[in-house]
Every structure is written in structure tokens, then in C-alpha cells.
């Protein structure tokens, strides 16, 4: 079966192709459903880049091409995902934030180096820097020059401190894509939110810079509210997005991790999450601003969650958690062997097809005991409660495993099951 099939935009994909003549040796049926996956995308050529959306490296890219090799084809056990907090320092004060109670010793550069390459070793393709705010990280362009030849660089940032040097400085180390955060079209709304004066005027002057450098995916970075969600306020805020010229607006809700949000009516449902995905889709097909909602990947309809098995996060401190929602701990990097923290970490988590902390969040307030993060012990004695779901559609293809069933549940019964499930 061609790549081809039905795609809207050819040329990308057929130079993608030609640089990578493996992708047809993927089995047919997982070929089938990433064409039909990336079809409800509108491919952007940003610089040097063609990118479907900037969950994924660019398909031109090295870092692309080790994505099939490893993880489409090899079928290697370790993450293909990472975010590594650069900082837990950052000026805003965000309601909502999942970082801001973690504490330690930080990371100093060498060590975050040293992390992501042997994240990189284990199969990682795409980083996410993240925070706090990263650009705090007075090393941040020599980090991600370390990283960015093989693999995709992707920035998370408020604007805090940017500069024009700085935004161009990053684009020649590699980075191809930025998130600035913006969760309202009202400023008085965000800079609530955000518990920062300025916060959106901040935002507006940091997608400026970077769409004046040029050459890097500008998008913004949104957390939608459930009330937003409920008021049908989501597509206000798309034609704002639009209005400013971005290519990306990557959407996700507030996800409850911490105490605060510890709240069903605060939680959206599969119902609501599904409603977003349609409004993506549709979007995608009528519009040249790519929206890339998070939601659209966790459901079983699509990729299912993923955390603890190819999405790892490791934070400034060095706590290594299986997404940055979720604030369990498996270990530090700066005392621990980060290969033996991700691989016990991965033998709690077979992937499933909906969201791990939006289904166990209640189970957080039953084992923190204060704790803001927990510690290892409470991480697996809460693991112990978990019941995982089934595999979702790509992963049923990708295990040749029936609806239902989950790679967890099978070693169970069956322990001579290989461990790259």
C-alpha cells in the first residue's frame, strides 16, 4: 500500500519517502491507520521543516527517521517522548501549575546533558523543554544544541526574558518548535490565571520574536478550563489564535494534579474530550493554523495514554515522573541509574487508552499524605489500586493484540511474554 493513499498534501510526504524508503516495511496495517491519522493534518513547511504537528519531529528530519527505525520498526522498549525541566524557577504563579510544589536539588547542566543522552540512548526522539521557565536556564541554547542533531527540540515558555538574540541564538542550535503559553483572548483573564501583571503582554512580544526570527514553529500553549470547555468558549479563542499568525495552538485541559483539582466537576469527560477532538478535525480541514489537542492522542480511538511508556518526564530536580501531569516519582537521576528507573517504571506502565491521571487522580489524595509529589514507596503502593484499560486502536495494531486486552494483564498470565510489550 503507498503512503500516499488520500493524503492532502503530496510533496512533503513524497520527499519524506525518499528519505526514508524503511516507512514501507511498516506493517501494512499500522501504515494504513498513520495515513489515516495524518490525513486530518494539514502539513506546514516551517524553514526547513515539513511538520504534521509538533507532538511528532519533523518528517524531514533525523530525528523522524530514527522515530520509524526504532519505534515503528524495531519496536524498541524505551520512550520515544521526554520533557526535562530545565528550571522549577519562573516569575508566574499559575493556578493550575503541576510544578510548582516539586523540590530539590537542581540539575546542573552536565547533568541534564548527561540525562538526555541516555534518554536519547533509550530510544527518545523528541524533547520537551520545559519548567518553571526554561529560558531561565542561563544554558538553555547550549542544551539544546547538545540534543537537537537527532532528535526534536521543542520549547515550553511564558516569554519571560526573551530576547531577539535569544530566540535566534535557539533557532541556530536547532530548536524547531516553540509553545508560548496563552490561555485566554482576554488579557485580564490570563494574567489572573496566571497570578502574573503583564503575563499577556509578555506572551504577544515572545510570539513576535520568534516569528521574526523565523524558521522555528511558532504555536501557542493553551489549558483550557472545564468551564471554558462547557461555555463552547474554545472556538472564540481558535479565531484569536488565528488572528495572530502562529502555526500551532497546542490545546490541552487542566488536568488534575494537584490538590486544588482534585474535583470531578473540574475534570472533563471522555464526552467533552471527544467534543475537542471533532473540533480539531474540523478545524484541521478548513484552516492553516494546525490545532494539536492532547486529548486527541489519549483516547482509544487513536494512540491511548502512553506515560511511564514512551513519555517520561524527568524534572529540574532530577525526579523522574511518567508524564508531567501525573507527580508520582520512580527516582532521581542525580543518586539513581536513570536506565533502571525507566525500566521499572515501564513494568507499571503497559500504556491503556485514556488518561492515567484523569482516571486515578482520586487515588492521589488517598496516598500524598502532604506530599506534593509522591515518593517511590506511595508511588507503588498507589500502583497497587490501578486497574489499566485496554490497548487503544494503533496499540492493538502495533502488539497484534485483540480489543480489550493490555500488554500488563497478558505478562500476568503469561510471563514468558517478551518485556518489549
Known sequence: MSIMNGLKN?????????????????????????????????????????????????????????????????KTAGPSHAQIGLTNACP?????????????RTMDTATIKKVAQELKHAGVVWFG????????????????????????????????????????????????????????WEESKHDRVRRYPGAFQQALKA????QDVGGIQVGVSAVLSREMIRNG??????????????????????????????????????????????LQDRYNTENKMT????????????????AGKKMVYV??????????????????????????????????????????????YGLLQKYSNGQKILCKQETLKLLKEVSFSGLSKFNQLYYKRKTGSNPRDVRKLNPSVSESL
Request: proline content about 4%; hydrophobic content about 35%.
Open 291 to 306: 490545532v494539536n489537542y492532547l486529548g486527541h492522542f489519549e483516547g482509544k480511538e487513536c494512540f491511548g495514554c502512553n
Open 129 to 184: 523543554l520545559t519548567g518553571g521557565e526554561p529560558l531561565l536556564n542561563k544554558d538553555i541554547v547550549e542544551i539544546t544544541e547538545s540534543i537537537s542533531n537527532d532528535c526534536a527540540v521543542k520549547l515550553f515558555t511564558t516569554g519571560c526574558t526573551l530576547t531577539r538574540e535569544k530566540a535566534s541564538d535557539l533557532k541556530q542550535a536547532g530548536l524547531f518548535s516553540v509553545s508560548v503559553s496563552l490561555d485566554s
Open 315 to 360: 524534572d529540574a530536580f532530577g525526579d523522574v515522573s511518567p508524564c508531567v501531569f501525573t507527580p508520582l516519582n520512580f527516582g532521581n537521576v542525580q543518586t539513581d541509574s536513570l536506565p533502571i528507573i525507566l525500566a521499572e517504571m515501564k513494568k507499571h506502565f503497559p500504556s491503556e487508552d485514556s488518561c492515567f491521571i484523569n482516571k486515578n
Open 207 to 210: 510570539i513576535e520574536l520568534f
Open 233 to 278: 468558549e474554545v472556538e472564540t479563542f481558535l479565531q484569536f489564535l488565528k488572528g495572530l499568525g502562529i502555526h500551532e495552538a497546542w490545546l490541552s485541559e487542566v488536568k488534575p494534579s494537584i490538590e486544588a483539582f482534585w474535583n470531578s466537576d473540574l475534570v472533563i469527560t471522555d464526552e467533552e474530550r471527544l467534543q475537542l477532538v471533532a
Open 92 to 104: 508566574q504563579n499559575c493556578e493550575y501549575c503541576y510544578n510548582r510544589t516539586r523540590s530539590g
Open 10 to 74: 503530496t510533496l512533503p510526504m513524497t520527499e519524506t519517502l525518499v528519505s526514508n524508503p524503511q516507512m514501507l516495511k511498516i506493517n501494512s496495517e499500522v501504515l494504513r491507520f498513520l495515513c489515516g491519522y495524518m490525513n486530518k493534518f494539514q502539513i506546514q513547511k516551517v524553514g526547513k521543516y515539513h511538520i504534521l504537528h509538533s507532538h511528532l519531529p519533523p518528517l524531514n528530519s533525523k530525528a523522524y527517521a530514527r522515530f520509524i527505525n526504532e519505534h515503528l520498526l524495531s
